[in-house]
Each structure stands twice: as C-alpha cells, then as structure tokens.
C-alpha cells in the first residue's frame, strides 16, 4: 500500500492496519480481543463481497 492510499484512509481502517501488522509480526503478543476483531473483519469483508456479487449479476 503507498502512501497516498494510506492517506484515504479512515483512521478505523488505520487501526485495523495496525493491529494486523502487530499480529503478523508477533502472532503470540496478540490479545484475543485484536484477533477476534481481525476475525470479524474479515468475515465483514467477505459478505460484503458476496452481497456486491450478487447484486452485479
């Protein structure tokens, strides 16, 4: 990602950038609550791809 796409960001999609970096790099200092966050966003992400297929078809 450069630098002008993280400038568009909100700063909630900043924190999410931040928690995913800070798992990546120490998976075992992760505390359940980012790992459960990452979780939901993930599965977020997912019906909202699901929801813009099926209404492109």
């Known amino acids: 990602m450069s ?3 993280e400038e568009n960001l909100t ?4 924190a999410l950038m931040f928690v995913k970096q800070h798992v990546d ?3 075992y200092a992760a ?3 980012q790992i459960d966050l990452l979780n939901l966003n993930a599965k977020i992400h997912e019906e909202v791809q699901k929801k813009s297929k099926k209404s492109q078809v």
């Open 3 to 5: 630098m002008k796409d």
């Open 31 to 33: 505390t359940k609550e």
């Open 25 to 27: 790099n120490n998976p």
């Open 11 to 14: 700063d909630f999609e900043l």
